[in-house]
């Protein structure tokens, strides 16, 4: 009885997955701003945080990833986080390029 038991409590507490099917051929491609290059890579923007603001009291260098054109290495405004979103750089093809 407590193997029945012990089957039934694990199959409780695993989180169970949901499988939705849907039509990607009806959705937008997504290219670079800058070159049109459908395809993009991985890449991680460094934050720094200082010790005042940091939970653990000490400065904390923090990596987010973001995804950059595979051509030409520039960085779609709608992949970066919302504040890189909002501040305009005066020369934003500097800026923003990455070169890999």
Do not use: H
């Not at 051929?25 to 070159?35: K, M, N, Q, V």
């Not at 030409?72 to 979103?85: S, V």
Request: glycine share 4%.
């Amino acid at each position: 009885m407590s193997r029945r038991t012990n089957k039934q409590n694990r199959a409780m507490s695993s989180p169970q997955q949901t499988t939705v099917n849907v039509d990607l051929s009806s959705a937008d491609d997504i290219t670079c701003d800058s070159c049109g290059n459908y395809t993009f890579l991985p890449v991680m923007l460094m934050k720094r945080l200082s010790a005042i603001l940091s939970p653990t009291g000490q400065e904390a260098i923090i990596p987010m990833q973001v995804f950059s054109c595979n051509a030409c290495g520039w960085i779609n405004k709608e992949f970066l986080p919302m504040k890189e979103r909002e501040e305009e750089p005066a020369d934003d093809n500097e800026t923003r390029k990455i070169i890999v």
